[in-house]
Structure formats: C-alpha cells, structure tokens
C-alpha cells in the first residue's frame, strides 16, 4: 500500500479537511468576538497562532491512533479486524459537508450583507415637513487631512512603580511634543488620549472618537541603565501596520532625544508627511544634558496640570531641583515661570509669584530667546498676572502660523479674546482646539458657555450634547446644562437642581446655585446653601455664609429676621476693606449689604467705587453690571439701576430676559418708562 493510500486509510487527510475549514471558521469568529469585546490586537493573534500550530498536530494525532468502541488507540497496535476507519471516515465526510456549509454561509454574509451593514446608513424617505437634521454621534469630524492625524495613545509601561510611571509618561508627553512640531501633521493632544489608557476600545472606535487616522502605541521597560521603547503605527481604520519599532539603548539623555527624533521622524515618513528646515532644527533640538534633571522637569510638568495647591508646591519642587541640576535648561525655566502664574491665578494672588514668574522668563531667553515656550508664558504672565489682554495678545498671536498642533495655545489665546472681547476670534481659535482634543471636555464646555453668554441657544445646546456624550455626570456639564435651563427657558427650579449637582466644592457654582434658588422661589433651599458657604472673606469672594443668609431673608421680605447677618457681614467687610479700599469684590459686599439695611447713601457711595473699580473685561462685565443694576433698583434708584442695565440688554452679552423678569429685586422697575424698552433689547432670545 503506498503512503498515499494509507493517509487516505487512516483518514489524516478527511482530518486536516475537517480541521483547516473548522479552523478558519473559528478564526473569523474569534476575530469579530474579540474585537467588539475591545481586545488588544496581541490577544487575536494568539488565538490564530494557536489555531494555525495545531494543524500539524492534528495530522500527526490522526496519523498515530485512530477511535474504536473501546476507546483511543495506537494505530501499531490496532488489530486490522478492530478498524473502523472507513466507519469513522464516512462521520467525517458528513462532518466536513456541515462545517463547509456554515463557511460558505459565513463568506456569503461577510461579502455581501455585513459589509454594508458596516458602511452604509438605511434610505428613509424625506418629507419636506422633515427638516429636523438627525442628531450627530459624538464622534470627531473628519476633514480632508485625516489622513496625517495621529493620536499617540499612553505608553504602557512594564512596571508598577511610580518613578517608571512618571518616565513612561514623561516619554509620551516629550514625543507629542516632538510630532507637535511637524506642521504638516495634526496631531491630537495629550488630553484626547489619556482616557484610552489601559482602554477595552479598539483601534477603529478610538480613530472615530478622534477622528484620527493613524494610532501609534507603545510600551516603555526601564531596567537598570537599559531602556526599552516598542512602538507600532497603525491604520486606524484598516488595522494595517504602517511602522513598527523595538528601541534598545543605554539609558542617557543623549539616546532618550535620539529615539524621540528617530521615532518623530520615521512616524512623518510612514504618514507622508514633509519636515521643513526649521522643523527638522526643531526636533533635533536638545533640551539638556543631564538625565535627572529631565525627569524632574518631566515629573513637575505632570503634576502641575491642574491647579491644585499641593500638587503645585511639588512642582515647584521638582522643577526647581531640575535647575539645580542644569541651570541652562531653558525649556525648564518656562515651566517655573507656569507654575508660579498658576499659583498667583489659581491659587493665592501674591505678587511674589509674578515678580517670580517673570524672573524665570528672562532668565530662560538668555538662554534660549527663541523658545516658543517662553513666549507663551509671557502671555500668561499678562493675563493671568495683569488681565492686560492688548498686552498679552500681542504676545500670543504671532505664536499661531508656526503651531498649529499647540492645543495650550490655542485656548489661552482664545481665552485672552473672549476677556477682550473678540467673541468671533475666540470661538475661531477654540473650534481648531477642539480639532485637536476632541475628548477635552474642558474646551467644549467653554464653547458652549461662551454661546450661552452671547444668549446663542441653539449653538449652546449643540455643545452641552457633545459635553454629555463625553461625561454627563461631571460638574461642567451639569453647570452648562444648568445655564442653558434658566437662560433660555427661564426654568430656574431645574436649572438650580443640576446647579447643585454640579457645585461640588466651588465657591462660584456654590453662589450660582443659591442665587438660581432664589430665583425659583425656593426660600428653604437658598437658606441651606447659604448655611454652607464659606464663614470667611476670600478674594473675589462672591458672597460668604451670613452675608448670604441675610440677603436669603432681604429677598423673600423679612428684613427683621436679616438685619443680624447682614450687620456682622457689613462689620467685616468694612473691617477687610482698610487694606483694599480698590477691592471690587469687597466694594460690590458693601454695596450690597447696604442696600438690604436701607442705607441708602452708603449704598449709593459703595456701588459707584465698585463700578469704578470693575475690572475691563467682556466677559464679566455684564455679569456685574447687571449684579449692580439690580442692588440699585433694590436701594430705590432707579434711574441709575435703568441707566447699567440698558446697555449690557442692548450689547446681547449677559443674562437674558428670564434672569430680569424673575427677579425680584427688579420690581421697583417694572413701571420705570423704559422698562419695556428694557424687554425689547433682549429679545428675541435665539
């Protein structure tokens, strides 16, 4: 019997029939059952490598033994008259016919019905009565440059220690900031991915979040002097690889800047994307010598993202250690320079940290005068120092045209616009940040509350949609929701229910939705939160607990019952003012306390240094003009109440009508002449 025979006998080949078609019918169902369950690609492969190695054993277990009725047995020792391989062989061919069928089944819906199923969307005849446009996923739009968008999703990183967290991050940041550079590319910013760490999405659903057409991901494994960065760039919608990587190199500051560089430059190859002359200087450039100080800039540069206190301090710390180190480290100098105007705008406004600030600036550009980084933190020194907007714009603007991937100073240069008032520029320069962090709820919270400022409704509740797809339980998105509920529905019962979900431990949203209670009527309500309001004068303070209280008692008409709390909050504000007799904040407390005791002529000497003292800014000036306008119309003086309150209805910035026809402080202006006026000027509220 030739060989050939005695495979066909002991039926290897119906067995590695049967085997290869099963085989890839379980390797397509693995495929698409992993990847909707959000399966690492390592994971998929695995699987097929296992399915692919045992093939041959198959063929070799087929070929060795062969079932009876009373069990396995080797083929060797298998009396002749024992075989059943033509029974079995006979199973085997029905068998086979089966699992052909369900393969031709499968390769039938996968050609023709599930790939349209993926691409195409179902035809629904249009009415003309249907124009209500289908609401959009909340996914980021596409432009014609999709295809140089890269998002760099968080290295992994082969430890659990928090230095080497710091490090494997510390690379992801520096290699954003590398890409950043390269003008022909755009590259999403680090606050768009950072969510996708440790993510279960995979590559396709992360590029339509971010409408990135390329994800590069990486794994970081430090040991001992040896780095090792394995990196792969994929093709977010085909799963293609389009560049892989494995860097092995000793652990010096002089390889960490030539693995970024290489990388940098081998990710624009791979993208087609071109480097100019002074993007190629760009990331070539060295930012210091000394290892230790690199990571201590890289770990105060984390830890200095938001504005808390303690973190700041550590910062500080850290990047102050890494001048220690290099005193040359010019890009190090900027981050002091952050850091300090941080503390002064987020923290305590101590000109210490200006005169700081603005030190560590100089110092960087003698070392480096051409650092961008500098520039930008000369803005912030004029804005966040100063609130001198021509000042800083003049900074920050000539920064645009050769950073188009700096999503930092985009937003800062549209919040410097929106205080000054170039409301078109700033919703301009915001929309092209938001190109560039889809996921940053931050950005489009603020697109939508400077719509709501401008009383744009529609516009407004087109971003408070994309803030709740993104999160609809974080504070800023019930605060939008909030303002959206009582400025263009005059619906403050519900706006000042998600107001309070929203407060947390901010002093502003505390004040919001205390002075939304009132406005709803809600006396009880606007006493709880009064009661739990800070019992002490801070700077832009607002309001404060007994201050609060008895203004809850003036409002809803019992000045009996107010005139306790609102004597020991006058004593402490004429206490606090002898230091600050320019305090807007401390002059507005006086104006206001005032005018709930009845005292007239003190009130009307405090309301004019307040307006006197208000700061030049577009943004708040409506606000506290109309705060102002409304203590008048309290004192009785309402010619100068109608005089604040005419222009900023007129200007269409501000409240709208709901917030004037629901406050009781107003009524004393109801039968003024221009009242009607007053209501024409802000409508209609679109």
Request: proline share 4%; aromatic share 8%; charged share 25%.
């Amino acid at each position: 019997m030739s060989f050939l025979e005695e495979l066909k006998r002991r039926n290897v080949v119906r067995v590695g029939i049967a085997y290869a078609v099963t085989g890839w019918l379980l390797a397509q169902g693995v495929d698409v059952f992993l990847e909707n369950f959000g399966a690492p690609e390592w994971a998929i492969k695995t699987v097929l490598l296992i399915i692919l190695i045992g093939f041959p054993l198959a063929l070799i277990f087929a070929w060795a033994f062969e079932m009876t009725p009373e069990g396995l047995k080797r083929e060797k020792d298998l009396d002749p008259e024992e075989s059943i391989a033509p029974v079995t062989g006979r199973k085997l061919d029905r068998a086979i016919i089966v699992v052909l069928v369900l393969a031709l089944g499968w390769f039938a819906w996968d050609r023709f019905g599930g790939m349209d199923e993926e691409i195409a969307s179902p035809i629904v005849a249009i009415t003309p009565e249907q124009t209500t446009p289908a609401p959009e996923p909340a996914v980021a739009q596409k432009t014609g440059e999709d295809d140089k968008t890269i998002a760099v999703l968080p290295f992994t990183t082969r430890s659990t220690s928090e230095e080497d967290s710091f490090f494997s991050d510390g690379m992801h940041d520096d290699l954003l900031t590398q890409l950043a550079k390269i003008g022909s590319l755009k590259v999403i910013s680090r606050t768009s991915v950072m969510e996708y760490r440790d993510t279960t999405k995979n590559l396709r659903q992360i590029g339509q979040e971010l409408g990135a057409a390329a994800i590069l991901e990486g794994a970081v494994q430090r040991a001992g002097n040896q780095v090792r960065i394995n990196v792969q760039l994929i093709d977010a919608e085909s799963d293609e690889h389009l560049w892989a990587e494995t860097y092995d190199r000793v652990l010096s500051v002089d390889n960490l800047f030539a693995m970024q560089t290489e990388m940098a430059r081998a990710i624009a190859s791979a993208l087609k994307a071109t480097l100019s002359p002074a993007e190629e200087a760009a990331i070539e450039h060295q930012l210091t010598e000394n290892l230790e100080a690199l990571e201590a800039y890289r770990r105060a540069k984390i830890m200095s993202q938001y504005f808390f206190a303690d973190e700041l301090k550590r910062a500080e710390a850290e990047i102050r250690h890494a001048l220690e180190l290099d005193p040359e480290f010019a890009m190090a100098w900027a981050q002091l320079a952050y850091i300090q105007l941080a503390q002064y705008w987020g923290v305590n406004p101590r000109d210490e940290y200006r005169v700081q600030a603005l030190e560590a600036i100089e110092r960087g550009r003698s070392i480096d005068p051409d650092l961008t980084e500098l520039n930008i933190m000369e803005g912030y020194y004029h804005y966040w120092g100063f609130l001198d907007y021509p000042a800083a714009l003049r900074v920050l603007e000539p920064l645009l045209p050769d950073n188009r991937n700096n999503a930092e100073l985009l937003q800062v240069t549209a919040f410097v616009n929106r205080r000054a008032g170039n409301w078109d520029k700033t919703l301009e320069l915001l929309q092209q940040a938001e190109m560039l962090a889809p996921r940053d709820l931050g950005i489009t919270y603020t697109i939508g509350e400077t719509y709501a400022i401008l009383r744009q409704w529609v516009q407004a509740q087109a971003y408070l949609e994309k803030t709740t797809a993104l999160d609809p339980a974080h504070s800023r998105t019930l605060q939008l929701k909030a303002e959206i509920l009582a400025g263009r529905d005059g619906d403050f019962v519900a706006g000042a229910r998600y107001m309070g979900m929203a407060k947390e431990h901010q002093r502003f949203l505390r004040m919001q939705h205390w002075r939304m209670l009132l406005l709803a009527e809600d006396k009880e309500g606007a006493l709880e939160v009064a009661a739990i309001m800070d019992d002490e004068i801070e700077p832009e303070f607002e309001h404060f607990r007994g201050m609060a209280i008895g203004l809850t008692h003036t409002y809803f008409g019992n000045p009996d019952a107010a005139r306790p709390s609102l004597e020991a909050a006058r004593d402490s504000l004429e206490q606090a003012i002898g230091q600050n007799n320019d305090d807007y904040w401390l002059l507005l407390g006086l104006c206001e306390t005032h005018a709930a005791l009845g005292l007239e002529s003190k009130t009307l000497d405090y309301c004019a240094r307040a307006r006197e003292a208000m700061a030049v800014d577009a943004m708040s000036v409506p606000l506290d003009t109309y705060d102002l306008g409304t203590i008048l119309a309290m004192a009785g003086d309402k010619e100068a109440a109608m005089s604040m309150l005419k222009p900023i209805a007129e200007s269409g910035i501000g409240y709208s009508r709901h917030w004037y026809l629901a406050n009781r402080r107003l009524d004393p202006l109801r039968d003024h002449p221009d009242w009607p006026a007053l209501m024409e000027a802000l409508e209609p509220d679109q």
